[in-house]
């Protein structure tokens, strides 16, 4: 039988050993994919997001509604790394998973006996993952790399907030969930290699590295230039008009990505004279000459509300889009068509976006308590043990 479309990573284990975001978020894309996701907690406390409230799902029972969006749809067992007989257990399950995903400082996953060497000595075809702030080798790889941290050490901080305002971080934690991305990414890449060879892999990815990664248009042009990238808002550095420009109820988000479609422009937001003048002509001339021309559309979109511009530069093909809240985009009727969320067990009206992109209208999730399916899990995969 050939592998549902819908579920590609259906019978593939994975035990995971993450908390906070980055890893979290790695194993949520690969159970939305279908995979069996066993999220091992520390006995008592579990994961740290469990307490991230409020708002709570159930604070009683230590489900936040952060680790709820990051946790459902995987079991949950507890497991001390440190406990002899625990570590046993560690080891025979391993022998019965395809991936173990872990996010400690790299001295504590050897530690705790998760170093790739060791696990591979058991179970020839694990793929492993290490997701850490700033690697396994390197003068930082022994630093603590939080997302804020990485924001500020790589450079992403310093170019996102108001072009005239403090440096600020990102409103998500978006090199946490790049990086859980680009994990899932190479978990995957890792794993076919695996169902072809019989030998797994070590998989490495930091939050640095991804940051490093995703300023690769700026930094390839500091490279060439010496110039140092700077803070825009919503604006863009190279493309002109491109961002947010103010209405007369709020902003609207347009702009102009090839010169073919700048005349269009300019009639829809009635201002025809500038598609006439020689120094808007091309986008390298409006890049040089944005300033005049920027101020001269935020003049004009400040005569309409935001529905007026929109309706007029939609029905063009062109781009553009009312600046909304998270609720509205939640709380659209076309969004929630679109099958992007999933329902939370036992909350009604909560949801949570799945992560893989498929139109989705099955059974709600449940969110795992702290341990909730240890007996299950053992039972499923090591019935010699749970028996005794």
Not at 128 to 148: D, H, M, Q
Not at 182 to 202: D, F, K, M, Q, Y
Not at 330 to 358: C, K, N, W, Y
Request: aromatic share 4%.
């Amino acid at each position: 039988m050939s592998p549902d479309p819908a579920c590609p990573l259906e019978g593939v284990r994975v035990l995971d050993f993450t908390r906070i975001l980055s890893g979290p978020y790695c194993s949520l894309l690969l159970s939305d994919l279908g995979a069996d996701v066993i999220k091992v907690e520390r006995p008592r406390v579990g994961d740290d997001t469990r307490h991230w409230g409020p708002p709570y799902l159930d604070e009683e029972a230590a489900v936040s509604t952060y680790f709820a969006a990051l946790n459902r749809g995987k079991r949950s067992i507890a497991l001390d790394l440190t406990d002899d007989d625990d570590r046993a257990t560690l080891d025979r399950l391993v022998e019965r998973v395809d991936v173990v995903i872990e996010n400690f400082r790299p001295e504590v996953a050897e530690q705790l006996g998760l170093a790739h060497e060791r696990l591979a000595g058991i179970n020839p075809a694990i793929v492993t993952c290490s997701v850490s702030g700033y690697g396994r080798t390197g003068p930082y790889a022994g630093l603590a790399g939080t997302e804020i941290v990485v924001e500020a050490m790589s450079g992403l901080m310093e170019v996102t907030g108001p072009a005239d305002g403090e440096p600020v971080r990102m409103g998500i934690a978006m090199v946490d969930i790049a990086t859980g991305l680009a994990a899932a990414t190479r978990i995957v890449a890792a794993l076919l290699h695996a169902r072809e060879s019989g030998v797994g892999a070590p998989v490495d990815v930091s939050l640095y590295a991804t940051a490093i990664g995703a300023l690769g248009t700026l930094v390839t042009s500091y490279s060439a230039t010496g110039d140092q990238p700077r803070r825009w808002g919503s604006h863009h550095p190279t493309i002109s008009p491109y961002g947010g420009f103010p209405c007369a109820d709020g902003h609207l988000i347009t702009g102009v990505i090839n010169d073919a479609r700048w005349s269009v422009f300019c009639s829809v937001i009635e201002l025809p004279d500038l598609a006439e003048r020689e120094q808007f002509a091309t986008n390298a001339l409006r890049v040089t000459h944005r300033e005049e021309l920027e101020s001269a559309i935020a003049a004009q979109t400040r005569t309409r509300p935001v529905e007026h511009w929109v309706g007029r530069l939609r029905r063009e093909g062109l781009l553009a889009a009312p600046i909304r809240t998270v609720g509205a985009a939640v709380d659209d009727a076309a969004t929630r068509q679109m099958g992007l969320f999933v329902e939370i067990d036992g909350h009604p009206g909560v949801v949570s976006p799945r992560l893989d992109g498929v139109a989705h209208d099955g059974a709600p999730q449940t969110v795992p308590r702290l341990g909730e399916h240890q007996q299950t899990v053992l039972a499923e995969l090591l019935p010699d043990v749970s028996a005794a």
